[in-house]
């Protein structure tokens, strides 16, 4: 199969056959990836330019009634210290934010049974009242339509909620037998439907993924037509049975970041906390295939260090200026610049 024939038609046509999609996937060419992530970056640079847009994410709750077989702050991991942030501090979260010059708030965390709709519309509003020029993404996992909606109306503007696999067998894998690919979906569909920029995603390399997921993964993408796609390698966590499973890999992550840009030119793509923990220059490797996005954290530092999704995560120590600092900085010397911008999804 000629890959760079493949890699041009994708970004014709938006769209290849399975096999090709395979190909692509596994590919190990250096040549041909080069030549992959080169077209990537022509059609983020023709949309978005160089600007790479921050969101300052708050990590707001670990504690999970969840029990996903791949995540540290799975419930039945009696390792993690849990602790959750009041109203007043996710404020503080957001003024220090603001002051650094981050435009939208990413409120991510656990499924929190003590987060009602109550309290988080509570949250919303206030976040909302106090930032008006700000965007709210919530990524508290699966909710009813209901809720979604609400939190809607209180002011939020975006939702992350990755599908993590579209592949049904290989999601019974990854997760106890409560939660399904079904209802995840719908959750998905609700959001959209809502209004919601919506984004998805899935881990690259989890245990038990098939080049055959990942094409599915892609399909279902396209179904979707999400605003946001965050993918990441899979990074084992020590206290979770996938302990023992390999990691995933920055090339293979790479390789899908920029098959994205291609299929969906307008996506907002983060280059992830976990590319950068695999990789010490992940997130400058996410740029240079197609990404626009960069997620800088602002929790406060103690609730840092034990929002442990998997092991090593970067910059659990530092204070959020510092962290910012030193991103624009490695930013630069990459070639792009760091702006202070709400970052909405644009259409072509
Ligand atoms: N509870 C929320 C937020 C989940 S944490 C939700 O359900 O959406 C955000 C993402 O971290 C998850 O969607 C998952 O894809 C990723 N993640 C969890 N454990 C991970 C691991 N061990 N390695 C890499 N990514 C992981």
């Known amino acids: 199969m000629n890959i760079l024939a493949c890699v041009d038609r994708l970004e014709r046509e938006r769209d290849l056959s399975d096999a090709e999609f395979a190909a692509l996937i596994k590919c190990e060419d250096p040549e041909a990836l080069e030549y992959l992530f080169a077209r990537a970056r022509a059609v983020r640079d023709a949309q978005y330019g160089r600007k790479v847009y921050i969101r300052g ?8 009634k969840n029990d996903c ?17 009041s109203e007043g501090q996710i404020l503080d979260c957001c003024r220090a934010g603001y002051a650094l010059g981050f435009r939208t708030f990413v409120l991510q965390g656990g499924e929190d049974p003590y987060f009602t709709d109550e309290r988080a519309v509570s949250i919303v509003s206030a976040i909302r009242r106090e930032f008006p020029d700000c965007a709210i993404t919530l990524s508290m996992g699966e909710r009813g339509r209901e809720s979604f909606q609400r939190l809607f109306d209180a002011g939020a503007n975006r939702y992350l909620l990755r599908h993590e696999t579209a592949d049904c067998a290989h999601y019974a894998q990854l997760h106890p037998a409560e939660l399904t690919l079904a209802h995840r979906v719908q959750c998905l569909r609700d959001l959209k439907s809502i209004g919601y920029q919506t ?3 899935m881990m690259v390399g989890s245990p038990f993924q098939t080049a055959d997921c990942l094409v599915r993964d892609l399909r279902f993408i396209q179904e979707l037509q999400p605003q946001m796609v965050g993918i990441g390698p899979f990074i084992p966590h020590h206290d979770t049975p996938f302990a023992r499973y390999p990691a995933g890999t920055a090339r293979q992550t790479l390789t899908l970041l920029a098959m994205l840009r291609l299929m969906l030119p307008c996506a907002l793509l983060p280059a992830t906390t976990a590319l950068g923990t695999i990789d010490g220059d992940g997130r400058e490797k996410g740029m240079n295939a197609g990404c626009n996005v960069v997620m800088p954290n602002l929790s406060p530092r103690d609730c840092r260090s034990k929002y442990l999704l998997y092991d090593n ?20 010397r990459a070639g792009y610049e760091i702006v202070t911008d709400r970052g909405d999804y644009r259409d072509a």
């Open 57 to 64: 994410l708050i990590e707001y709750s670990n504690y999970c």
């Open 69 to 85: 077989l791949y995540c540290g702050i799975r419930r039945s991991n009696r390792g993690a210290e849990r602790y959750r942030l």
């Open 199 to 201: 984004g998805t995603g």
């Open 313 to 332: 995560k970067i910059a659990t120590g530092d204070e959020a200026a510092e962290s910012l600092n030193s991103l624009k900085k490695r930013m630069e």
